[in-house]
């Protein structure tokens, strides 16, 4: 059982998810809760940081933005207690969880799960702290925002868990942000490769690595609400779902910026040139686009990267200038990513034509367009955000009735 921020926000909070794991675990379920930090925390934690040093070292980063899982993990290990539940609280160097040494997002490597299976077995909860890990070099280490999920589906993996029950702040996963797309309809099952798409295309309900681990080790993933008993949404395989429908979902990142190198020589070796230089420094390159070169010498490259990763790109591509040899360098972080997921496009045509469609109708220009297998995104400007994602929420027919 994991519990998000909100779900855990104050004392009073605590205590309601006090109640719902000593009710599982008298209904007879051995449990295990990974548990977030109170919502707010985590955010005031990283200002600190910011507060404290911009060019902070990474590793003190991480000893300061664990801290908030460690006071969650202690108070609910109290509140179990005072009902009569055995509970003890676990941070992640005591299991231990083992991860990478990238501070930050460090990836889990491994869980030993042997002494919680053994208190499990003997009606202990095991209450395990989210987001947190020991690198190679004994540091704790953070998995990147959100990460909570991902720890419990480690957990679940490790433990051979029934279930993983990921409750949240609503009720399941929703065809659309249910902030912004009041119409947008809960999903009683999602296929592993549309969530993944959707957590990786902005739908922030679950971490990506959370849904690939989910997806690796087959553990059957459910998100559902904190506050209600309503059934929630089912992560399963695609031979799962009776009825497929095109378009599952529709979803936005705005956390991406957009870069143009105006004027690059159109010559084999120059894509080369630009991108290898920014894997070197780590940096994940989304969209690229190249434009036709009018004259044969000379084109435009724009491409989208991490909004957070932009000084960085500007200083990586400043230094390569000479070996490049671009003209004039345009950023712009005023933009949003809007994507159209459904494993049914595998077999629909025109499904791409209908986004289409639906923006121009709005008047809404589309600055670069990628697609895979199961998804369409297309870059747009975020003043634009609520107006194309609902429009396409209603092209696809998704509204709710
Ligand atoms: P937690 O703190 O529980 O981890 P998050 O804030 O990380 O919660 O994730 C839940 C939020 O995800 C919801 O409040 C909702 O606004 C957002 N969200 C974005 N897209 C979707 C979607 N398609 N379905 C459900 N929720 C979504
Ligand atoms: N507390 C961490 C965050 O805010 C991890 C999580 O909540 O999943 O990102
Ligand atoms: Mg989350």
């Not at 989304?286 to 009018?294: L, N, Y």
């Not at 070996?323 to 004039?328: F, K, L, P, S, T």
């Not at 289409?356 to 199961?374: C, P, R, V, Y």
Request: with cysteine.
């Amino acid at each position: 059982m994991k519990f998000g921020g909100t779900s855990v926000a104050d004392v009073e909070h605590l205590r309601q998810v006090a109640d719902r794991v000593a009710a599982a675990a008298r209904g007879g379920d051995e449990v295990a809760v990974v548990l977030s930090a109170m919502a707010g925390t985590t955010n005031q934690l990283i200002d600190w940081t910011r507060e404290m040093s911009s060019l902070h070292d990474a590793r003190e980063y991480d000893a300061v933005v664990s801290a908030g899982e460690q006071i969650t993990i202690g108070l609910l290990a109290m509140a179990l207690q005072e009902r009569g539940i055995s509970a003890r609280s676990w941070m992640g160097w005591q299991l231990p969880i083992r991860t990478d040494g990238v501070h930050g997002s460090a990836r889990i490597e491994g869980i030993e799960g042997a002494e919680i299976i053994r208190r499990m077995g003997e009606g202990e909860v095991a209450v395990v702290a989210g987001f947190q890990g020991l690198s190679p070099n004994s540091r704790v280490t953070t998995l990147g925002r959100g990460g909570s999920d991902t720890t419990a589906v480690a957990l679940a993996a490790a433990l051979q868990a029934d279930r993983c029950d990921i409750h949240t702040d609503v009720d399941g996963v929703y065809t659309a942000d249910p902030r912004i797309v009041t119409a947008a309809r809960k999903l009683d099952r999602i296929t592993y490769e549309e969530m993944l798409e959707m957590a990786s295309q902005g739908a922030k309900v679950l971490q990506t690595r959370s849904v690939e681990l989910a997806m690796n080790h087959r553990v059957r993933v459910q998100v559902l609400s904190s506050f209600n008993d309503t059934p929630g949404t089912l992560v399963v395989d695609e031979d799962e779902i009776v009825e497929q429908a095109v378009v599952s979902g529709i979803t936005y990142a705005s956390d991406e910026a957009k870069i143009t190198l105006l004027q690059v020589a159109d010559r084999p070796g120059v894509a080369a040139a630009i991108f290898g230089p920014l894997a070197d420094a780590n940096i994940n390159v989304d969209m690229i686009v190249q434009s036709a070169s009018p004259d044969g010498t000379s084109t435009d490259m724009t491409f989208t990267v991490a909004r957070g990763d932009l000084p960085r790109v500007e200083d990586v591509l400043a230094r390569h200038r000479a070996a490049i040899g671009y003209q004039e360098i345009i950023s712009d972080g005023d933009i949003v990513k809007v994507s159209v997921i459904g494993v049914g496009m595998r077999s629909h045509a025109g499904v791409a034509q209908r986004m289409f469609a639906a923006l121009s109708e709005k008047g809404i220009n589309i600055h670069a367009i990628s697609t895979s297998e199961i998804k369409i995104s297309v870059l747009i400007g975020a003043e634009y955000t609520e107006l194309a994602v609902r429009s396409l929420h209603s092209a696809y027919g998704l509204d709710a009735a």
